[in-house]
């Protein structure tokens, strides 16, 4: 599968403490202290993760401990539709298109692709840029709306990355917002449950829900994965740490603009007539429909809840617009982007837009247009990134962070 | 839709302190101070947490919290059926289903029933119990496989529970281990994210992909909803005492449900080969495929270890432990990691017998009937664990009350 951007990668400053899981401690539970008094328990919690007998237990605290954005990655199907691709097929062009949404182009799994091995290569390259072995994964958090089965498929891509120590690895289905919210998750899970190594994967396949017949949001979506690693910093000091401040929100009043509805179960399976319990039960398994959206709402949503929430996230984190270096969102729709930028006015330049290649990847977008603007030099150490998810839900939500 | 039980809440203590959460600082990100020392950081953190203009955010820090399951709640769908039921309608029998699983009914949803009503239901009864409004809920976790919308069903709940502040709701899939890891998920976001009150409901509807034809699995599954509130405290008092969880994709095989081929009989116009390579409708997935021999073997050898390193890990014994309450999958997985643990049978929950496997759903409602009849009381030290497709799998060391 082709590489989001050919550029060589920057030199990211690698960690030199490296964390290997040994069983309990590392992974997963507490920071065990020592009878130590509590007001020095941060200062010595790098020294004192070691087992406690249950009577030294009992002095346990929980430690507070800061997170950082490590390494990023991503990973592109094959297939390339243009608009004019699509012009042959619906009733659109490519002036419309472009002019719309900013899309000229969008990749697709062929059928021979899975999603999951997709994910996993954008996994692979945010662990090669972080240099953290597979092994050293404790967490790895799927955020998809399109897994390859029912049950998840996070644990697919622990096992094709190879992470020895069985690593949790889960699903979190929240579709465009789904990277936001397993940013935000996974830098609570570094906080407050122990863990170190968290690889936050953005990936879909949107394609497989679309209406390739409906000339309204077949323009619009790609499939894509990115991903991003997290890493416990524990100086204690949180203004090492690499995620400032969030907000996040959900609207359930606003599920109807944006849906893939379940749909009544149908096959053509006879089963025998034997009575009424036959006809409660649901014949085949259940599925849902193509994505239906009303544009217009969930524009209008957009335009108005994110920079709301940015600002919100800016004044939590105690900074100014002017603080941003680079301004990455979810990218759906480039008059979105645009509209959230001049309302925070946000330089243009500081802008990172990809959709135009890529359409609107879902969960991937952030991720994915993160590790082009890394590895084409844009976005270097240091910087601070204001991102924000939107999207089905409705849901939306917002984080100030620091890349390196 | 009835109740899991009849009887009455026993009164659950409550929590004095109400978190109503103004805009930001409760909600999400962190809690702000004054400019106290690093070395003081954890000893006053409870008592200094006050929001600073944005003209010194020099001063802020992170505070550990601890968090409370301070309520519970269930709900069950209308249509039971019992093992003689199913014996109508595939080669088995209501002996042969007892022995070997322990279950003899189940209920699911009827075709007008819906999911999100039965999780908003358990999720309302859990919010009863803490005495919480749901204006002061800030995060709804839906632990589920099974949503009636492929983007997630949480924003629904949330919707109909009528909380306002729109709080964050998404959806965490992680098959029958989804309810524990909803539980940690909560108390990592309650001690590393600063909100306060958590709804975790697990709630699933597998009878929708169940193979209603294979006496192998349809005997096993039923519909239900749980649900937990967890509540932001002093960390002195925090009831997640320790957890372990894991997954191992190699034994996916085992237990799944798998995207299928799409197939439709819409017709496209034979415009070349962009159609021939774009999709054809929407995908859907399989029904549940399970190799029970292999997942038992599973279970009965990652669940003991997981609760033994859970407790160690807390700095405690299986001694300590007032109730074992397991994902409900079968009869002879919970007899046998009671054995090993040693927890005497007097001390496991058990209640698959009334609704087989309910997935993401049964842990809490079993906690949930444990509770309202009395057995669990406030202060009780819970061993729970979750397994499941993934294969994923984890316990934690929990107090209730």
Redesign the interface.
């Known amino acids: 599968m082709a590489n989001a951007s050919g550029l060589v990668a920057p030199t990211l400053p690698s960690f030199r403490r490296r964390f290997s899981p040994s069983?309990?401690?590392y992974r997963?539970?507490?920071w065990f202290c020592h009878g130590v008094s509590?007001?020095?328990?941060?200062?010595s919690a790098a020294q004192r993760a070691e087992?406690?007998?249950?009577?030294?237990?009992?002095a346990?605290?929980?430690?507070?401990?800061?997170c950082k954005l490590v390494g990023c990655g991503s990973a592109l199907p094959s297939?390339q539709?243009s608009n004019d691709?699509l012009s042959?097929?619906v009733d659109t062009n490519d002036e419309w298109i472009s002019v719309r949404t900013g899309i000229r182009n969008r990749r697709?799994l062929?059928?021979k692709e899975s999603l999951t091995a997709m994910a996993t290569e954008a996994a692979q390259k945010a662990l090669q840029m972080a240099k953290v072995e597979p092994n050293d994964v404790d967490l790895?958090l799927l955020c998809t709306?399109?897994?390859?089965?029912?049950?998840?498929s996070?644990?697919?891509?622990?096992?094709?990355l190879g992470c020895s120590?069985?690593?949790?690895?889960?699903?979190?289905?929240?579709?465009c917002?789904?990277f936001l919210?397993g940013l935000?998750?996974a830098?609570?899970?570094?906080?407050?449950?122990g863990f170190n190594n968290v690889l936050v994967i953005g990936a879909d396949a949107l394609?497989?829900?679309?209406d390739?017949?409906d000339r309204g949001s077949c323009i619009l979506f790609g499939d894509a994965a990115g991903a991003v690693l997290l890493q416990v910093w524990l100086s204690?000091?949180?203004?090492e740490?690499g995620l400032f401040?969030?907000?996040?929100?959900?609207?359930?009043?606003g599920?109807r603009h944006?849906?893939?509805?379940?749909k009544?179960?149908n096959t053509d399976?006879e089963?025998?007539t034997?009575?009424s319990?036959?006809g409660?039960?649901?014949?085949?398994?259940?599925?849902?429909?193509?994505?239906e959206m009303n544009g217009k709402e969930v524009f209008r949503f957009a335009v108005r809840v994110v920079p709301h929430s940015i600002e919100?996230?800016l004044?939590?984190?105690?900074?100014?617009v002017s603080s941003i270096d680079w301004l990455i969102l979810h990218q759906a729709n480039q008059r979105i982007i645009d509209a959230v930028a001049t309302r925070l006015e946000v330089p243009q330049e500081r802008v990172i837009s990809n959709l135009a290649n890529y359409g609107n990847t879902s969960a991937a977008s952030i991720p994915l247009a993160l590790d082009e603007a890394v590895r084409s030099g844009k976005v270097q150490a240091g910087d601070t990134i204001a991102t924000a998810g939107f999207?089905?839900?409705?849901?939306w939500?917002s984080a100030i962070v620091r890349w390196g």
């Open positions: 069983l309990g401690v997963s539970g507490f509590r007001r020095t328990v941060c200062s087992k406690l007998s249950p009577a030294e237990s009992k346990r605290r929980l430690v507070s401990k800061g297939i539709i691709n042959e097929i697709i062929s059928r790895v709306s399109t897994p390859e089965d029912l049950f998840g996070a644990p697919q891509i622990q096992k094709a120590h069985n690593p949790l690895a889960y699903d979190i289905t929240a579709a917002s789904g919210l935000v998750s830098a609570c899970y570094i906080r407050g449950g394609s497989r829900y679309v390739w017949t204690c000091d949180s203004e740490d401040a969030f907000d996040m929100h959900s609207d359930g009043e599920q944006l849906k893939a509805g379940m009544e179960n399976q089963l025998a034997n009575g319990l036959l409660l039960l649901p014949k085949g398994s259940s599925s849902y429909s193509c994505i919100l996230a004044e939590k984190a105690g900074l100014g999207g089905a839900g409705l849901t939500g």
